[in-house]
C-alpha cells in the first residue's frame, strides 16, 4: 500500500455496526445475542449477506465458526486470518467483538477498492460463543478450533434450561461432526484481532492503537465449603462451624497472595458467593464461591493458585468445616508473534498513528488461535474503559484508525 489513506468508508461501517446492534433479544440501545438463539442465527445472517455482497466465499463448521474467504493469488499457501466475535452478554454494547467483525470487513473492502491482489487469501472469521452466557464457558468456537476442547467435553456442556450443545446447534442448522471443527496448526499463516480495548488505557494517554504484546488467561475454580447450619440465636460462637465465615478467609486469602506476586498483571477475583439456606438467622451450612485468577505470566498464576489451596487446608482444619475444590479451567496465558508486532507498528507509522505495546487483561479468541498459528491483537481506545455495557462506546475517529492500520497490516502480510 502506499503511504495516502485508504479509502475507508467509516460512515459505511458505522451503520453497519448500528444495524448489527438492532438484531438484539432487547430493546436497544442493550444488545444481547445469545449464541444460537434467535437473535444470535439473524446477526449471523445479516454479516454474511454483507460478506457475499463483498465477493467473499463463505464456509461455516459444525458449531458455525464462519470463514469468509477473499481468494489470493496463490492458494497453496496458507492464508492470513482476521476476525472476532458478534456474540453478545445481556445487556452489552454493540462494539465488543463486532469491531473485530465488521472492521474486519471493511479493511477488505478498502483493499479491493485500492486494487490490492493479494497472494496470500485474507480470511475473516467469525468465532461462535466467545461469550460464557449460554454454556457457561468462554470462547467455545475458538477452543474447538484449536482442539483445547474435545468433542467429548463439548457434548457435556448444557445451558441453564438443560439443552445440550448438540440440540442446540442442530436446531441452529449447524451440522457435521464436532471432531471436524478442530484445525490443524498451520491453519493459517498469521491472524490479527482488532479490538476495543475494554479498558481505560488508550484513552486516558490519548493514543490511537495498542499493539498487544500478551493476553492474560483466567484460572477458574469452584469452591465449595461445607460447614454446620443451626439457629442463629442457639448455636454459641465457640462450637461454630460457618461455612460463610469460612469463606471469607478464603476470598481475603485469595486477595492477599495476588498482591504478594510481586506484579501488577496479577489479578484475582471472587465473582459468584451462594449461601445456603440464605436466611438471616440461620447460620450458614454450605457456601459455593467461584474464583478467577488471571495473569499474563502462568508460573506466577499459579502460584497464588497454590496458596489459595494452602489456604482451603489450613481453614479446613482451624474451622472444622469440609473444602472442596473443583478446577474448571487453567488456560494458559498468550504471547503474541513477534513478526506481527513489527507489522502493525510499521503500519501503524505509515498511517500516521501513535501507538504503544500493552497486554490484554480481558479474553478473547485470540487466546486459542495462538495454539494454531502465530498471532497480534491491535485494540482501539473505548470510552471510560467501559464495555459489557448498553454505554460502551467508540468512536468514529478510533474506528477508523483501527481498520486503517489492520488494512495495511493485512496487505504486508498477504504480499
Not at 467455545?140 to 457435556?156: I, N
Not at 478442530?182 to 499493539?211: C, K, N, S
Amino acid at each position: 500500500m502506499t503511504t495516502t489513506r485508504p479509502p475507508l468508508s467509516i460512515d459505511r461501517l458505522i451503520g453497519e455496526l448500528q444495524s448489527l446492534a438492532q438484531i438484539s433479544e432487547a430493546a436497544p440501545p442493550v444488545v444481547t445475542r445469545v449464541v444460537f438463539g434467535e437473535a444470535d442465527l439473524r446477526a449471523r445472517a445479516y454479516v454474511r449477506a454483507l460478506c457475499e455482497e463483498a465477493g467473499l466465499t463463505i464456509q461455516v463448521d459444525a458449531i458455525g465458526n464462519t470463514f469468509a474467504r477473499w481468494q489470493g493469488s496463490d492458494p497453496a499457501l496458507a492464508p492470513i486470518g482476521t476476525g472476532s466475535h458478534i456474540d453478545a452478554i445481556p445487556n452489552a454494547g454493540l462494539y465488543d467483538g463486532c469491531v473485530g467483525v465488521l472492521g474486519g470487513l471493511e479493511a477488505i473492502r478498502v483493499l479491493q477498492q485500492l486494487g490490492f491482489k493479494p497472494r496470500r487469501s485474507i480470511e475473516l472469521v467469525i468465532f461462535t460463543a466467545e461469550e460464557p452466557t449460554r454454556f457457561g464457558i468462554g470462547c467455545l468456537g475458538s477452543r474447538m478450533m484449536a482442539g483445547v476442547l474435545t468433542p467429548e467435553k463439548a457434548l457435556t456442556l448444557h445451558d441453564k434450561d438443560a439443552r445440550g450443545l448438540e440440540e442446540l446447534r442442530a436446531q441452529a442448522g449447524f451440522t457435521g461432526t464436532l471432531e471436524s471443527v478442530a484445525l490443524p496448526a498451520g491453519r493459517w499463516h498469521q491472524f490479527i484481532e482488532l479490538h476495543i480495548e475494554q479498558g481505560p488505557v488508550l484513552e486516558d494517554e490519548r493514543i490511537d492503537v495498542g499493539l498487544v504484546t500478551h493476553i492474560a488467561a483466567p484460572a477458574s475454580q469452584r469452591i465449595t465449603i461445607e460447614g454446620e447450619g443451626g439457629h442463629a440465636g442457639g448455636k454459641l460462637m465457640p462450637g461454630r462451624k460457618d461455612a460463610l465465615a469460612a469463606a471469607a478467609e478464603l476470598i481475603l486469602a485469595l486477595e492477599a497472595a495476588a498482591k504478594a506476586s510481586g506484579a501488577i498483571d496479577t489479578v484475582a477475583t471472587v465473582g459468584v458467593c451462594e449461601v445456603f439456606p440464605g436466611a438471616v438467622n440461620s447460620i450458614p451450612s454450605r457456601v459455593l464461591i467461584t474464583t478467577d485468577v488471571r495473569d499474563i505470566d502462568r508460573a506466577r498464576r499459579d502460584r497464588v493458585l497454590d496458596a489459595l489451596q494452602t489456604a482451603c487446608k489450613q481453614v479446613s482444619g482451624r474451622r472444622g468445616v469440609k473444602i472442596i475444590t473443583e478446577l474448571i479451567n487453567a488456560d494458559p496465558p498468550t504471547v503474541c508473534d513477534p513478526a506481527i508486532l513489527d507489522a502493525l507498528e510499521e503500519s501503524a507509522k505509515a498511517a500516521g498513528k501513535t501507538y504503544k505495546r500493552m497486554v490484554a487483561r480481558a479474553y478473547h479468541d485470540s487466546s486459542f488461535v495462538a495454539c494454531i498459528a502465530p498471532l497480534a491483537m491491535l485494540f482501539i481506545p473505548c470510552r471510560g474503559g467501559i464495555s459489557h455495557r448498553p454505554d460502551e462506546y467508540a468512536s468514529p475517529e478510533w474506528i477508523g484508525g483501527g481498520v486503517h492500520v489492520l488494512a495495511r497490516t493485512l496487505a504486508e502480510l498477504a504480499s
